[in-house]
């Protein structure tokens, strides 16, 4: 077994880099920003000046978008938001296509589902305690569409 502690460079930690592939890195980036207030943390261009990828924070949590090259990607994020049926309308108001209206679970919490012009599917879900830029997203949570 081999320690990976032990393969560490100096000064840096383990971690994993949550990435999605999007068949369109400008709409989906547009949607990140102007509708879950995601900020770009680093962008890589190819020789051409073409985004390539783009490095997002969204709240207290960091992922990496880029362009899918014709690969067929179809990622869910779910995104705890203050409000989730605010943040579904100005996703819809945004472009995005409605796949679930919002709606209330039997524990309280509110959620709604949209794709966003890119391609992305987001799970909006309501929180209690979320803090966030704009009142919104203070994290985002991974999950592979089946």
Request: glycine share 10%; proline share 5%.
């Amino acid at each position: 077994m081999v320690d990976v502690m032990s393969l560490q460079m100096p000064g840096l930690t383990p971690c994993v880099e949550y990435a999605i592939a999007v068949e369109a890195l400008p709409q989906s980036l547009a949607f990140m920003l102007n509708v879950l207030g995601a900020d770009i943390v680093r962008r890589e261009d190819d020789a051409s000046g073409r985004m390539r990828q783009a490095e997002i924070r969204l709240g207290h949590s960091q992922l990496v978008v880029r362009d899918a090259d014709g690969i067929a990607a179809r990622p869910v994020l779910q995104v705890k938001v203050r409000d989730a049926g605010r943040t579904f309308a100005r996703a819809v108001a945004g472009g995005a296509t409605p796949l679930r209206a919002p709606l209330t679970m039997s524990g309280g919490e509110r959620c709604a589902v949209v794709q966003d012009t890119g391609g992305v599917i987001w799970h909006l879900a309501s929180s209690a305690g979320c803090r966030g830029r704009s009142g919104d997203l203070p994290a985002a949570r991974i999950m592979m569409a089946g």
